[in-house]
T-cell receptor, first 112, second 114 residues
C-alpha cells in the first residue's frame, strides 16, 4: 500500500465550482509538497507546508496541513480550465534526506 | 538558468538493449533523484544522491544503475531493458541547505521498451 494516499484519484468539475483534493500519510510528515503536472510535461511546484495547522494560498489554490491527522488538503476555489491537470502530493517522511515519496496523483478535468 | 535538463525526451528501445538517460542541473544542488511515473502509481523513487560520489537506492532500484561523478550530472543507466521499464522518467534536484526545499523537476524522458 502507498505511504501517501490521494483522494479522489480523478475529478471532473464544472467551471466555477470549488473542489478539494486530500493527501493522507501513514507515517509522520516532515514536510508536504504539492505539485501540478500538465499532461506530457514536468512537475510544477505549487506549495510547501511544514508545520501543523499551516495554510498557504496562491491565487485560487489553498493548501492546509493537519499534522495530527497526517493529512493535507488542496482546495481550488472557482475552478477554471487552466486548473486542469494532475495534482501530486509529495512528502519527506524520513527527515531531511532529500528523498520524497509521492501519492498516486489526482487527475482534474474542468468542463467549460 | 536552464534548471534541470533531461535528454533524450523520447526513446524507443528493444528488450535487452542498454541505454543511459542523462540528467544535468546548473543550480549547484547537492541532492538529485530519479523517479519513474506510471499510470495510477504517482512517482516512485528509483535512486538518489546527496552529493558527488554518494548514491543510494530508492523504492524501485532493480534494473537501474546510477553514478554521481560531478555535482551537475546524475545519469541513469538501464543495463538490459525490459518491457516493465516502459515509463516516464523524471530527474529532480534540490539544495541541501535549509531543511525544507522543493525539488526542481526536469521535463521527463518518455521511454518505451518493445
Amino acid at each position: 500500500s502507498q505511504e501517501l494516499e490521494q483522494s479522489p484519484q480523478s475529478l471532473i468539475v464544472q467551471e466555477g465550482k470549488n473542489l478539494t483534493i486530500n493527501c493522507t500519510s501513514s507515517k509522520t510528515l516532515y514536510g508536504l509538497y504539492w505539485y501540478k503536472q500538465k499532461y506530457g510535461e514536468g512537475l510544477i511546484f505549487l506549495m510547501m507546508l511544514q508545520k501543523g495547522g499551516e495554510e498557504k494560498s496562491h491565487e485560487k489554490i489553498t493548501a492546509k496541513l493537519d499534522e495530527k491527522k497526517q493529512q493535507s488538503s488542496l482546495h481550488i476555489t472557482a475552478s477554471q480550465p487552466s486548473h486542469a491537470g494532475i495534482y501530486l502530493c509529495g512528502a519527506d517522511t524520513r527527515g531531511n534526506t532529500g528523498k520524497l515519496i509521492f501519492g498516486q496523483g489526482t487527475t482534474l478535468q474542468v468542463k467549460p | 538558468n536552464a534548471g534541470v535538463t533531461q535528454t533524450p525526451k523520447f526513446q524507443v528501445l528493444k528488450t535487452g538493449q542498454s541505454m543511459t538517460l542523462q540528467c544535468a542541473q546548473d543550480m549547484n544542488h547537492e541532492y538529485m533523484s530519479w523517479y519513474r511515473q506510471d499510470p495510477g502509481m504517482g512517482l516512485r523513487l528509483i535512486h538518489y544522491s546527496v552529493g558527488a560520489g554518494i548514491t543510494d537506492q530508492g523504492e524501485v532500484p532493480n534494473g537501474y544503475n546510477v553514478s554521481r561523478s560531478t555535482t551537475e550530472d546524475f545519469p541513469l543507466r538501464l543495463l538490459s531493458a525490459a518491457p516493465s521499464q516502459t515509463s516516464v522518467y523524471f530527474c529532480a534536484s534540490r539544495p541541501k541547505r535549509d531543511r525544507f526545499q522543493p525539488q526542481h523537476f526536469g521535463d521527463g524522458t518518455r521511454l518505451s521498451i518493445l
